[in-house]
Structures are given as structure tokens and as C-alpha cells.
């Protein structure tokens, strides 16, 4: 099924896992995709930044994404194709589509600085994937250095008809979600799904300025759906009690670069991947860290009891 | 008295308080100086880049510096001198002590790449503005744009003995601080005091691994200087229970751009400084971020009575 | 003699001359600016990038401007204004105006970006100045890092009426002046003076593509004249013989961050400056450099006579 | 045979024909390397960043590379490897080289920033691609945006046996290799070889500094082997009296972005490639433009009668 402009809920972002010597671990990919379905998300989103899709080569990207696909069954999986040229962009694409994802997912390269720069850049890569595949549009200038005005995204959504979700991960990025969705009332802009990452820490927020979910990689998707379900539901007071319960393990993810590490120790810790080892470059994590993980970890357990697990190893990570 | 490598606890980080029209609002410098005396800060930061200093001429730069510096009284006084070429540094460092600040703060410029280009940029700063002057070091990559490392900072300080106080604010940074503390006990790094910015986002850690306090501008220094205290004294729970109660505020000031104006809205609605305004270039603040902040302060006074404060004036900000 | 739209011919950027110990040497901008006007120069341009604007605090800069415009009687003088903030900008612009300045030039801040951060700058600064002050927009990417397409610079010479002027040194910039002469052709754009940088290394195609003439800081002002002049009378073979036997020299002067240091030695081997000195910090040159430009002097001497100079002392720079 | 650390001469860097619909243009990936080899180049680079090497996929990068190998015969052929992530870099390096490549070229990814940073990466790129490759370091700043310090080169260089050679286009550049020689003559650095880019701009004085040679795209490579020689020869007059004549268009050539099409449009109307097409996204050449390239050439042709050609066809490019 593919992805649509109503396209709602909870999309993990899912890490690559890989064997301690840097082998893609296709039964980690099997049992992450497993855990995303039983928890509830409505997708997962996979070779995004998070997922180390440039430390891999071409076959293997392919490989990754297919397994994920074809595991995840009845979730929509989103398989991230950004390239340093299209000719790139569009293997991956159309191999994605033909193992069943549901849309694929595009980031600009960091050249880019005039508006027009960006409106065209998106408008040949749509034309060099096809415009038959749905397509996401990641805003994430912290990490991409790359800056989108409200107006542009709306030019780059109206010049494509399969663009039909903007990730939504600008920094500060409130006011964007309401100025966009003023943009579809005034009737500027057609509609599309709006999902938030961020390692959610807006989330609270997001939602109530118009976000249709999550799309990020907190390693408690639980969360994640908890919140979205509340906020979607007018329970903002249950929304936010939740939130914050979470928020200083949300924010201590939310460090750039530090955060995969975080999380592939967090899902390594629930049983979820087999080992937390990044391939190179790759950030490791401190025994102080892992303390510190830990605690917070305690702390979140005496509010949400999901998060009081026993370690899957006593060698973690 | 001049800062020292032993200086710690909270140093607020001050904005400039404007009128609306956009003139420097002395009256309300004396309240936010006397404010941040009151609740116990240690010492007053102002000039930074919280505080719209390059949106002031050479003149009334030092006009606030000084009003600020006399009426601080027995908290020190560290004035940010940050500017784009060593005569406009040395002028207001000069000028700053002879009001009898207790030390200057200087941030790196945003083209200085390479290890040798930083390190001779601060032994030439030293020297411009004089060895007599007790200077703190900045090291704000997501703003500044000048990547520290760990060598780099101790290079720094050993080349230059009234480099007192490293301003932490990198991100991630908390192994930063363990590894500068390790170079200590082995020897290779004299003291030097470290205070922590970043909005406080990371202060609960920060301090465990450790910082001498805080150095940033949170609306609510009395959090800052708990937390600071209740860590120091070894309460670790409690210094993290308080800290979570305003984690969703804090992470929402430390929004970049946007952040500035939260803090004023705050500090106007606490009654401390008379209007919001800044100078232009300068965010706004709309109806619903104001809302949003409100129903974040009301979640706070659950906890923190502090909190719990009346709008100043029906018109706030 | 305010500056106009129809401002045409050679307007030399001026370095700074400085004493060996880094003060101000008036007698040398004297001399300098005598050399301007001796040699034919329509204009001057102080404080710019060239002239270590930033390097010299408040009062120094102010001063400088007025010496250079005292001294340059019938020769306008445009003086450069950019600075971190607007009240900085705004106390240079009005002080050089009484002192008789023909206008300002405003370069953007390296932190713009998008389309429309760059178009509300201008509309700022200009607010700022005040619309009597006629100014120049300076569009360099290679060191400014903000890039202008043509349609933003449209926009900001059509929101500003007091804009008059554009400083060209995009790379590549040939088919900007093209794109902005159609403009005026269509009627979208009013006329406006366009006048080019880059050390003059694309004069020879720039004046050909409807450039207005040269402002930059070949040492060597006299080629600059000539080739503007050599062009407007259509003479296309001569103005490109004479232009090749400076390119050489042209080249060499145009390297980031060394080029000062090979102007200033030119400057001070012509006896129009007594020292080659910069402000800290400042890039020197080296022995073997300065062989290498005597050589390309000697070279550039065996087609243009006026290069034919004996060194100023032996001691040079 | 394997590139290694004597290397010298002149090596062509080469752009990739396609057809104008954007396939791969094999013909021309003969006929182009048959002419470098005619010519008398000693090597030839490809897939650089002249190359278009990102906008193929990693099974059009292994076939262009192994057209141009196995046609180069006796000429060493270098293949860019550069990649966003190791395994990419390793498969086409390890491909490269069975298919009979001298050696392989990595250029910085643009994130780097410290010194550290720098030095690991291509600590790992080694790693990844096996020591028993040798590599070229590309240092290119201004595309790149990375900043090598001569230690920090002296380092890596150290730190890998492989590495064999520097592709050296800082700018300014002539200290630069002053001082890496010097460190050779110290003791400090090994031998290795220097071959020049920039497109030859400084290519007449980096000979004089001790460069091996040159390594560049200029559409002439006949006056880059002939300036080479000339001045190992020690016939400085000669050297620069050729070099000059050839510079207008060199430089023209040099402009960023627009360079390849120029190129492209000279090798065409050589004869050499049959169409001027890039991929997208790719800059064009107006008809203005060609119009300049042209009265440069014929320019040149008055000194160097190799630029006496006529088009291979009327509607060139």
C-alpha cells in the first residue's frame, strides 16, 4: 500500500543493525521490525540518517531496505534514498518500490542555499525517481544545513503531486507546522501529512500545532504512539504528564551524533537488536554514559512501567 | 574582585532589556540586576550573545556594561567582548574592568577552522586586550560554528594564565567535561573553573560530571542555582527531580532564534524587565507561543511554587 | 556629491595604510588618496573588506573614513559600513555623510540564507541608515558566503530606492550582469550602476557584459582605467591586449587572505604607502613571495611601461 | 604499475562523456583517453570531482573507471574514490585496482573540522580500502570546505605507507608546498610526490615551489606539459611566456561550477568528446559564453597554434 498524503501515526526511524564486526544483522532487522509492528507503530522508516545509510554500499543498501520491507508486512516501510547524485536516488527508489515500500524518503544535499537551488533540486529528483513513487521531504537543517521557508516547501509540494509528507524536524519548527496548515486553509497549499522528529522533542507541541504524528527514532516508540493517540484524542493534560516523563531521556538521545549510541545501547537493553555496534566512523558510549542511561531509565520506569526491563545481557552494548 | 579559576555556582546570563522603541531601558537593568542578586546568583554575564551585544554601537555597549557593573555590587560581573577585530575588543575590555567587572568573556569569530587557527586567534586576543585581565573562553559550537576539542581548550588555557573559566556550551558535552577534568588530575591542565550553558538543558549531568555550576540565561536562575547546590551537596535525586519539573521549559527556551524572546516574555511577566521588545533584527513571540509557554509555567508551579506568578500587565510582552 | 545610479568609471578600494606598530598612518592615506586621483580614479572606497575595516574599533574608523574623505576632494568616496549590528552601521553611515561621503556600502552577514533572510536585511539596514544615504550592495559569496540570485538582488534594489549601486563579484558572475541588464531591458528593474570586484580578474568580459566599470584594489588602478575605458570606446582587441599582460599579476594579487599582503607590498614599492604593515591578525608575505610578484612586475613592465618602477626602499615591506 | 610516491608530469584529470540523453558515451571515454595519452600526459584522474563522479551509480562509476584503465594501456590511470561512506569507497577501490588502476584518490567529506577529525578519517579510509593501495590526498578547500594545515597533511601522510601523493589545490597554495618541501628536507616527512590543480591557475609558480607536475582538467593539457617541462628544464621565461598566453582562458576555465562546461564545450569543439552534455543537475554554457571561449582561443592560437582548430561541428554543445 502506498503512502498517501493522510498518512497518520507513528513511523520508527529504525537503526541498521549490525554484528560487532560490521556485518549487516539481517535476524536484528527481523526482530527491530517485529517489535515496531507488536508495539504499534503505523510504519517504519528505514536508511534514513539515523539508520548509517551512507556507511553502506549500493547492494548492500538494497539488501537492508529489502529485508525491512518484506518483514514488515502490513506496516507502510519507507526507505530513505537520499544521494549525492540521482542516478543513485533512483536505484534505490524504484528497487524499494518493486519489494513493496510505500514511499521512499529525500534530504537535500548540503550545497544548497538559494530557494531556487532547493525548488529545483527537488523537482529533478522527482523526475529522476519517477513521479509514480510517494515521496517524503526532509526538513532537517541542524543536520543537512539546508533551509526551508515555509513558501518553499509549499512551491516544492505543489510542483510535485507525489510528494505527500514532510518530515518535519526544523529547529525551532513550531510556528512552520501552523504556518503550513494556514497555507491548506487559505487553500495555498494541498493537503499532506505532516510527521515530527526531532528524536520527538516537540512532540507535545507538534501535535497540538497541527502534526499528524512521529516520524523519529526514540528508542520508546511506546511513547511515541502514546502521545500522539492522547494529543489526537483532546487528553492534552495526559499527553504532556506522559511526555515529560520521558522528555530528559528524549533530550539525552537528542544529542547529535551521541544519540544513535544511545539508542542502539536503549534496544540492545530491551532485547530488541543483538549488539549496539555502529560501523565506522561510529560514536561509541562511556561506561559513564551508560550509568547515566540507566538512570534515567529508572526514572522513566516509575511513570511508565515499559520502561522497567531487565538488561538482555550483562555485557551490553 | 576579579574572577579566579575557582569561581562557581550560577552566573546569570543577562539580556539587554530594551524599549519598545527599541532604547536601551536603564530602570530595568537596575531590576534584573537587583532580580538575579536575590535569588542568589553569583555573578551576572551580560553583553553575550543572549544579550543582543552586536546590536549595539561601541557606546552604548559599554553604557550597559557599566550600568550593569555598578549596580551588580557584590556579584561579579563578566562582560562578553566578543567583536570582530581586537581594537573594538581591547575598547570595551579595558573600559569593562576600569567599571570594575571581574573578568571579560571572548567567543571565536565563525571562520576559524583548523587547531592552529583557533589557538593563535585567543593568544592574540590575550594580547590585545591585555594579560591582566581575567578572561573566560566561550565554546558554543551551535552557534559559533568553532569546534573545540578537548586538546585544543587545554592548549588554550596553558598558553594563557588569566584564561580562568571555560564557558561549556558544546553539544553533546558531557564526556567533554569528564576529559578536560581527566587532563587535570593527570596533570597536563592547570584549574580552571567550568560553568554551563546551552539553557541548562544538560546542568543535572553536567554537574555530576564535574562543572562548577552554570553560566546561562534560564528564566528561572533560582532552578539553575538549585540544581547547582542540591548536586554539590550530593542530593542526586532530588537535584534531578526539580531539574525534570522544568526540563519541558527549559527545552523550550532553548529554541535557537526563538529562545531569546521566551525568556523575555518570561522575565516581563515575572515583572523584572518592563518590555520584551529587542532590537531588530529580533524574533517575535505569537499569541499561541505565548500560550504555550504559559500552560508550560502553570505545569511547572505544580512543583515549583516559583513558578506560580501573576502576569505583570494584561499587554505582557 | 551624493552617489547615483549613473556612477561609472574606476573607483579604487583602498587598504589601510598602518605604521609598523599598528597605528593609523595618516600622512599615508594622503598619499594614497593623492595617487587615487592623481591616476585618474573616479572614486574611492574605504573600509571595505580590503581595508581591515573590522580591525579598527569605533572612533578609528570613523576617523579613517573622514581622512579619506577630506582628502579626496572631487573624488567621491563611498565608505564601507557593514557591522555586526544596525546601530554600529547606522553611527558610521551618518558620520561619514556629514564628513562629505558620496554613500555607503553594506555587505550581508555571513548568517543569511534563505531568499527572504537576505531581502528583509537590506530592508532593515536601510531603515536603519535612513533612505537620504545612497548605498551600495556588496555581493561576494566567495567571502561573504551569502548568495544572491539575481531576482534578490531585484528585489532588494526595487524595495530600496536609495540602493544605487551593486558591487559585482560573484564567481562566476558574467551571466548575473547579463541577467540583471535584461532585467532593466524588461522593465523589471530600474537602472542601477554596476560596478565589479574580484581584483578585476573578469574586467575584460564584465565591461563587455554591460558593466559600468571596476571597484577593487588592483594595485595597478591605472590598468583598471584603462581597460574600462578601452572597452566603452569599443576597442575590444586593445583592451584585452592589455589586460593579458596584467592577468599575471592580477592572479597573484587575487589569493584569499594573501592578496592584501601582495597589494600592500605594490602600494609600498610605488612609494604610496611607507609600510606594508596589517593589523594582527594579518596575513605576511614572504621573501620568496615578493620575488615571485618582482618578477611578474618585471614581466607585466615589457607591455605597460608604468610598471616600470624602482623600489621604494630596500627594506621593502 | 602502481602509482607511487616519484610520480610526476602531467596527469589529466577527466571529465565523463555522456550522450546528450545522459547515457554513458563509451566512444568518447576512447577517444578522450586515446588523446591524453597522444598528447603526453603521464596519467590520467578519473572520476573526480570534474568528473561527475556522483551522479553515476556504483555500477556506472566501476564501468567508466574500467573503459578508461583498460584503454589508458601504458598511461597510469588514478580513480577517485571518494565516497559518503567506507564500503562504497572499498568496492570501488578494490575494483578499481583489479581492473588494472594505478591508484586511487580520496578527498575529504565536507563535515570534517578538527585536526583530529581530519587525521582519523583518512586513517580509516585506509583501512577501509587496504594499505596495499596507494592513494592520492586531495586537498581542495574551496570546494570542499575542508582545511588541511601542512601538519596535518605531514600526519596523514606519516600515518599511511599508501598514501603517495597530494593533489594540491589550496588557494593560496605556494607556501604551502615551501613548506611541506622543507619538512622533507627536515626530516619530518617523507617523500611524495606533488602534482598541481586549481585548473593550472598558479600551476608556472607551484613548478618554482617544487611541485612535481600537474594534475588538472584545463582543456589544453598540452600547455600544462609543456610548462611542466619547461620549468623542470629551468627555462623560467620560457615557462611564464607560454603559461601567460594560455591564462585568459585558464582562467575563464576556473570558474566554479561553470568550469565543466567549458571544458566540455573545448573538448567538443577539439573533437575529442562527441557531445558537451553533463547530467543533472549541470551547469550549461550560453551562446554568449561559448562566444568568449572562442575569442580566447583564437587569442591563444596568435602564441600557441595548437589552439588554431575549428569545430568538429556547427552545432557544438
Known sequence: MKLTAQAAGT?????????????????????LTDFYAEVGCDGVTVLG?????????????????TRFIKRAKTMQTIVG??????????????????????GVMIAPPPSLRTDDQIVNYFKQAEEAIGDDIPWVLQDYPLTLSVIFTP??????????????MLKHEDWPGLEKITTLRNFQKDGSLRPMSILCG?????????????ADGAMTGYAFP???????????????????DLFDAHLPLIRYEQQPGAG???????????????????RKPGAGITATAKAEVDYLLSRVARVDKRANFQPQSSAAG
Request: glycine share 8%; charged share 25%.
Open 49 to 65: 540518517i539515523l539508520g548509517e545509510a551512507p556507511k553502506m554500499d549500493a547492494a548492500e543498501a538494497q539488501q537492508v531496505a
Open 222 to 240: 511506546e511513547l511515541l504512539i502514546d502521545v500522539v493517540k492522547l494529543s489526537k484524542a483532546g487528553k492534552r493534560d495526559a499527553a504532556h
Open 198 to 210: 526531532n528524536g520527538g522533542t516537540f512532540l507535545d507541541f507538534e501535535m497540538e500545532r497541527g
Open 11 to 31: 513511523f520508527a526511524i529504525a537503526p541498521t543493525p549490525f554484528h560487532d564486526d560490521g556485518r549487516i544483522d539481517d535476524k536484528s532487522i527481523d526482530r
Open 81 to 102: 534514498v537520499s544521494a549525492p547524485g540521482f542516478a543513485s536516488m533512483r536505484a534505490l527508489a524504484r528497487a524499494s518500490m518493486d519489494a513493496g515500500a510505500a
Open 151 to 164: 513558501a518553499v516547501i509549499r512551491k516544492i509540494v505543489m510542483d510535485s503531486k507525489s510528494c505527500v
Open 260 to 278: 544513535l549510541a544511545v539508542r542502539k545501547y536503549v534496544l540492545h537493553k530491551r532485547g530488541v537488536i543483538a549488539s549496539s555496534a555502529q
